[in-house]
């Protein structure tokens, strides 16, 4: 499986073979959307690999392929527990640390406290990785840690720059704040304890895999099971960057090989594109033809969030390479054909919301 699209532009650098063939890595949350392609990724590159995952959001579809050809290490279990820390932790050389409560807007502003027991998890995997001689982190955070005041004016063109991430600190909910203290707690063992690192900030990411309970597949699953009016959250003049799921696993990955010190990288597109602009995009895909209905009453999140990419060039030599108006094709596609639309009708409210909720694939 060719995991990186290879369609101009190009990035100025691409994820090293000679750097990932026979490194054993360590990925938690493999299962899940953007885990799993990172898994698909490191396998291609020759990497030995190691997956763990609770199964509460990831689906064991994904990696299916993989524990068939026998090319993964696959262990269900929590993070939480010594044990599972333990079994998994021990000879790795990498961890990339994608295991979260995590979900779309609905479910990030809707269960702060379930979003917060990510403060725990990411200090039990830390200290594993110390304890049990990891080389190296790579955590997965987010665009959620910027500073929520400074992204409200639609009309300004600004760029999130990683610098702007505070002091003042003014993080985006529970999920914001946590990914915010993984930064520093890893930053802080890099100096302290020599455990190299790197924080890599996601913004908005798509593409296949996806769930409903994030924007673009829910805009897609009200779509194609032709929801009139179609509901939009908020008044849809909120403005992201969405971002394609091979540009943030390609920048994850030289991540993984150039940074050590517990930088933190955003990995986003500089694209601006409103809530409604891609709502009438992906109705277009569909051949739906419906009014909106707005809802300023639901989870709308800040509502200008666009990354500065230059750190990550500079860096990593990475850039995005997908443009949104083509990843939202082979997005529609994708999920066009991997969905029962009755289901997914019966389920709609539950799947936008949640982030468990077992859908056919």
Known sequence: ??????????????????????????????????????????????????????????RIQNIQHLLKAGTIEFFEDDLRSEQALKRACQGIDTLFHLAAAHGGRGYVDLHQADCANNLLLDGMVFDAALKYGVRKVVFASSGCIYPLHIQTETTQKLYLTEDLAGPPYNADGMYGWAKLMGEMTLRTLHQERGLDAVSCRYFTVYGPRAL????????????????????????????????????????????????????????????????????????????????????PHMPTGPMNRIASFERAQNLLGWRPRMPFAKGVVETFEWYRQNRDFNEVKSKLDELLLERGTTITL
């Open 1 to 58: 499986m060719n995991t990186f699209h290879t369609d101009e532009p190009s990035p100025l650098v691409l994820p090293s073979p000679l750097f990932w063939h026979d490194r054993p890595v360590l990925v938690t949350g493999g299962t899940s959307f953007i885990g799993s392609t990172l898994v698909d990724a490191l396998i291609d590159l020759g990497a030995k690999v190691r997956v763990i995952d609770n199964m509460s959001s990831g």
């Open 212 to 295: 409903e309970n994030h924007a673009i597949i829910a805009m897609m699953a009200r779509a194609l099971t032709r929801q009139n009016p179609f509901e939009i959250w908020g008044d849809g003049s909120q403005v992201r960057n969405w971002t394609y799921i091979t540009d943030i696993v390609a920048g994850t990955l030289l991540a993984g090989e150039k940074i050590n010190d517990g930088t933190a990288i955003n990995l986003g597109t500089s694209e601006r594109i409103t809530v409604l602009e891609a709502a009438t995009m992906i109705l277009k895909l569909a051949n739906h033809d419906a009014p909106f209905e707005f809802q």
